[in-house]
């Protein structure tokens, strides 16, 4: 099977030739490979009830969830590498690994038999060692031998190698489904095989995979945590780093870098890309290219989340005022939306429809968009779904998404079980309601324009409530400015 991790790398124009001798010489005086198998992985404990669940849906098909391959970024320069999620969900492999393995779950007369293929480490007598610059040990270091794989996993491993003969058994009497966009390569090779699926039982396959992280176990709400506690220590740095961001201009990027270091730092990574946009650009609802300056009299809204090592993210929102103290008019607007945040945060309950958080935060703005002569129309017209919607103008997002391995976790599932759903326990979601006024839009008053603010937390519902995960960074504007100069102070202090 030609897999795309066979191919050697494509720009070998400045590539140095290897002479003999050298290839004779580099397999050899090396100490051996270390005799200890690693720990579990943190997650191994709780993968085997998650490909169980999975089983029991699909009885009888061979089930295939590829982590996907490099992608390139330009030339023979790849990104991070970062495995599908239903990947990780299932094999507890976070980080950067494990590119092209592919999970495949066989089908047996009580459930299925799970075998993770990889590509072991290549041999030092082997050339890739030395000279492959996208796979190589000397290039991108050591993968895992096929019993440290298992070690680290728990699951039955074999290498990438024998994937091909098990995907071809007994396949015109097999119905196979894949996770299609995980792997193209892949899938187009399960295409070419005669075997009983079709894209309609993939798209069930990723459905399933989708929803069966709706409801997080007790150790993804751990990391969970961790992932917002780490995050709330991040937004401290920059709070601290603010002074700096203004003098130095281009404060936007200054803040999406202090962020990031303490992302890569803390976790594996941020979750998604930092939005740091201060003034106007907060009106621009996925601002990321962070290349503004940050003065004074402006909000700094930053929407950023750091990503643990088993890949679960934060997606926290604070809306700070840059110089540690809110104007009359933003204070307005922030506490219009704090007051639409905590109306949507008391609706995420148990039992609760999914757009209740949402519902709840909307009725609060469009009171105070019609108090403050902004709608053109009654709030109770504007909350029309049908025939209203006129304040979207002004929030045109939802408040919440579920939030886990991804920052929009779930995105598969059903509407009947998500949109359209009810909150369970377990489930974690956002609420994020904002409010942006951009400095064109005529229709707002003029104190209020180039304002856009947004607050938002990482909510777990309970048995009996929910929990705010991101509760440790404050949103009460008073407490907000006490924090900033407490912050402001130590980091002055730091520098004399
Ligand atoms: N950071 C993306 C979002 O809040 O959904
Ligand atoms: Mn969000
Ligand atoms: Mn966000």
Not at 394 to 420: F, K, P
Request: proline residues 5%; aromatic residues 6%.
């Amino acid at each position: 099977m030609a897999r795309v991790s066979e191919e050697q790398p494509k720009t070998r124009s400045r590539a140095i030739p290897y002479s003999e001798a050298f290839k004779t010489f580099i397999p050899t005086g090396w100490a051996p490979y270390a005799p200890d198998l690693p720990e579990p992985l943190p997650a191994t404990a709780w993968t085997q009830a998650r490909r169980d669940s999975l089983s029991a849906l699909f009885p009888g098909d061979r089930l295939v969830v590829p982590a996907g391959g490099l992608k390139v970024r330009s030339n023979d320069t790849d990104y991070r590498f970062r495995p599908h999620s239903a990947f990780a969900h299932l094999t507890g492999l976070g980080t950067d690994r494990e590119p092209d393995a592919v999970l495949v779950l066989e089908p047996t007369d009580s459930g299925h038999d799970a075998t993770l293929y990889f590509r072991p480490r290549a041999p030092r007598t082997s050339e890739e060692f030395y000279a492959n610059a996208r796979y190589g040990e000397m290039w991108v270091g050591q993968r895992e031998s096929l019993a440290e794989m298992a070690a680290l996993t728990g699951l039955t491993v074999a290498d990438i190698a024998d994937l091909e003969d098990a995907l071809a058994k007994n396949a015109s009497a097999t119905r196979v489904r894949i996770v299609r966009e995980a792997d193209a390569a892949l899938t187009d090779q399960v295409d070419a095989l005669d075997h009983l699926g079709s894209a309609e039982a993939d798209a069930e396959l990723s459905t399933a995979l989708s929803e069966l992280r709706l409801c997080k176990d007790e150790f993804e709400v751990d990391q969970m945590r961790e992932a917002c506690a780490k995050t709330a220590v991040a937004f401290e740095e920059v709070v601290r780093a603010l002074p700096e961001a203004v003098r130095r201009g281009r404060g936007e990027r200054w803040v999406e870098g202090v962020f990031g270091l303490h992302a890569r730092h803390a976790g594996n990574a941020v979750g998604y890309d930092t939005i740091a946009a201060a003034g106007d650009h907060a009106c621009t609802l996925h601002w990321i290219r962070n290349d503004g300056d940050l003065r004074g009299d402006e909000l700094l809204l930053l929407d950023a989340g750091i990503e643990l090592d088993t890949l679960y993210t934060a997606d926290i929102t604070r809306t700070l005022p840059v110089s540690g103290r809110f104007s009359e008019a933003q204070r307005k607007v922030y506490e219009a939306v704090l007051e639409a945040q905590q109306a949507g945060i008391d609706a995420a309950q148990p039992g609760a429809d999914f757009l209740a958080p949402h519902l709840a935060a909307v009725v609060v703005l469009v009171k105070r968009l019609e108090d403050w002569g902004i709608l053109p129309v009654s709030a109770a017209e504007s909350v029309d779904p049908e025939t209203g919607g006129q304040h979207r103008r002004w929030m045109v997002h939802g408040t919440s998404h579920h939030l886990g391995i991804d920052v929009h976790d779930c995105a598969q599932a059903l509407a009947e079980n998500y949109r359209e759903g009810t909150l369970k326990p377990g489930m974690v979601i956002t609420v994020e309601p904002g409010l942006y006024f951009k400095e064109t839009d005529l229709l707002v008053p003029e104190e209020f324009r180039g304002i856009g603010v947004r607050i938002e937390d990482d909510i777990l519902i309970t048995a009996d409530g929910n929990e705010n995960l991101s509760a440790a960074l404050p949103k009460d504007p008073d407490e907000i400015e006490a924090w900033m100069s407490v912050l402001f102070e130590r980091s002055s202090d730091r520098e004399h």
